[in-house]
């Protein structure tokens, strides 16, 4: 029996890697980030506990969220919208099912990703013989197209990977945290990516204002430097700062001496198609129905590129656009949400690290929808643990990472 716990453990470990850190690898043409779905057979011999936590509310959300959708797509109600529905229920039900075991898991499952990356980096160091023209580990994502197939994507995942074990290492000393640390630090600067560095700049400084009376000056003085540290690098690296320069003449000057580059025009374009199907349709297109708005707004919208009107057509360029664009008025609830957790003292830091700064990327500066990345298992577990650690108001939780 013992045995099988452990397997059991093991291969939760193997999932949470898979979903949220290698969503875009494929095995036997077979992406592992569907890998969790394989934990149903928990739930089917378990079957009586599974009821009893969907007895409830939970059911009447999804209901809703349904509705929602079937009445905001009009005559465009498909089976993808359908099938990406079902996928969302599923991957709630399980999230709401597994919640501590995913919680109590994740820590192994980051030194699991790690594992990985030294091992996978180590693999093509000497296989294509590069063991002394070490210049082929920069751009290694975007070239190599191995683990992801951009550098923004690595950017997407680790942030909260960085941050935490710079605390880890703060609060307990150990040198793996901090080999982590610097390990993740060096393929992020190799793999030059602007969120990349936005992201540790946004996750460091809202833990430290949300979190600032909780923190300790040592705490507080390492995220400090590491945000000087981020926008040094930014600013040394010329084509970011060129990115960082055209958002800024595209939106306070308003003013065309600096036309934006692609990714810039991209973003800019989301966000005006987000503020017309505001106004258009307050209430929303529904769950996973960006395209659809996209599809009426984009020749409303002036853009600079060419290939602009092609981009980012289904998941928009973060999950804000997204969200606020599908839910309207009701995205008010999820950021509702996200604030308590984030300000909670009820909350267990470590969970915040975990999450806060991967929500926050993904979110509002390189989202790449809502299942990939873990994204929509970082949501779930924000609405969960607001509702349960303030809502419910549980006795304090024994649960350690």
């Not at 000497?126 to 690595?154: G, P, R």
């Amino acid at each position: 029996m013992e045995k099988i716990k452990d397997l059991k453990y093991f291969f939760l470990i193997l999932v949470i890697t898979s979903h949220f850190f290698m969503w875009e690898v494929n095995i036997f043409n077979i992406n592992l980030k569907y890998l969790i779905f394989i934990f149903y057979i928990f739930i089917i011999v378990d079957y009586k506990s599974f009821i009893n936590k969907f007895y409830d509310i939970k059911i009447l959300i999804f209901l809703f969220i349904f509705i929602h959708l079937y009445l905001s797509s009009k005559d465009n109600f498909s089976f993808y919208l359908y099938s990406t529905f079902i996928f969302l229920f599923l991957l709630s039900c399980l999230v709401i099912f597994f919640k501590n075991k995913i919680l109590l898991a994740f820590k192994k499952s980051i030194y699991f990703f790690v594992f990985i990356l030294i091992s996978t980096i180590i693999f093509y160091t000497f296989s294509i013989k590069n063991y002394q023209n070490t210049i082929f580990l920069i751009d290694f994502f975007s070239t190599q197209q191995v683990l992801f197939k951009e550098n923004s994507h690595f950017a997407m995942i680790s942030a909260s990977i960085i941050i935490f074990f710079l605390n880890e290492f703060i609060t307990k000393k150990k040198i793996i945290d901090l080999s982590i640390f610097l390990l993740l630090s060096l393929v992020g600067y190799l793999n030059f990516s602007l969120t990349f560095f936005v992201g540790l700049i946004l996750g460091c400084t809202f833990i430290i204002f949300t979190n600032y009376f909780y923190l300790n000056k040592l705490q507080i003085i390492s995220f400090v430097l590491l945000i000087i540290l981020s926008i040094t690098c930014i600013y040394i690296n010329s084509k970011n700062f060129y990115k960082i320069k055209s958002l800024k003449n595209n939106l306070i000057k308003n003013s065309d001496d600096l036309a934006p580059d692609l990714s810039v025009d991209v973003f800019l374009t989301s966000y005006k198609i987000m503020i017309n199907s505001i106004k258009e349709k307050p209430f929303g297109y529904g769950f996973n129905n960006y395209n659809q708005a996209f599809n009426e707004h984009i020749d409303k919208v002036d853009n600079k590129h060419y290939y602009t009107p092609n981009l980012n057509k289904e998941d928009a360029s973060n999950n804000f656009v997204k969200i606020v664009t599908e839910m309207g008025i009701y995205s008010l609830i999820i950021f509702y949400f996200f604030i308590l957790f984030s300000f909670s003292n009820k909350i267990e830091f470590s969970y915040k690290l975990l999450i806060i700064p991967n929500f926050l990327v993904q979110t509002f500066v390189r989202g790449a929808g809502y299942f990939n990345g873990g994204y929509m298992i970082y949501l779930l577990l924000i609405l969960i643990l607001v509702y349960d650690f303030i809502y419910k108001k549980p006795k304090k939780s024994n649960l350690i990472i």
